[in-house]
């Protein structure tokens, strides 16, 4: 069980990655409580890439309910389509948002929250849960969030 994280803060994005989710397998390995892998996940992105909002919503019969999750508080429950949480879950895929304002539905848990990247994790091949990190800044995920959190999720998926 690790106790701290080792972040180096003048890493490029792709290495804070690198370094970032090898330690995160290790944190969730041999862990059989979900909740408790989910919380500390999100704890890891949030202080190591330092992300403005990082949490889990798991569906539970026909809504998205809130997780485990670091950060202002937010929404507690959202419709399948309802906002970029919903569609992802619809859709079942990534959705990298650059500008909120401009997604159509979009719920705003937080005004603070500028853009988003959004991963559902799947079970039994249905969306089990979705993976929802906001940044306080316009256009702040790109293709190198995408890969490194998409390969998150299969560690996620392993959870399931």
């Not at 803060?9 to 090898?22: G, H, V, W």
């Not at 408790?36 to 309910?65: H, P, R, T």
């Not at 309802?82 to 619809?90: L, N, P």
Request: proline share 4%.
């Amino acid at each position: 069980m690790a106790e701290e994280l080792i972040v180096n803060n003048t890493a490029t994005k792709e290495e804070k990655y690198q370094s970032l989710i090898p330690q995160i397998e290790a944190l969730v390995t041999g862990e059989p409580d979900l909740t408790a892998n989910l919380a500390n996940i999100a704890s890891a992105l949030k202080y190591g890439m330092g992300f403005f909002w990082v949490g889990f919503y798991l569906v539970k019969d026909d809504e998205l309910v809130l997780g485990p999750f670091q950060g202002p508080i937010a929404c507690t429950r959202i419709r399948k389509g309802k906002g970029v949480c919903g569609t992802s879950w619809e859709k079942a895929e990534t959705l990298l948002v650059s500008n909120v304002d401009e997604f159509p539905g979009h719920i705003a848990c937080s005004s603070d929250s500028k853009s988003e990247i959004v991963l559902p994790a799947m079970k039994d091949e249905e969306v089990a849960l979705i993976l929802d990190v906001d940044s306080d800044q316009l256009n702040d995920f790109d293709s190198v969030d995408q890969e490194h959190l998409e390969k998150l999720m299969r560690v996620v998926e392993g959870l399931l």
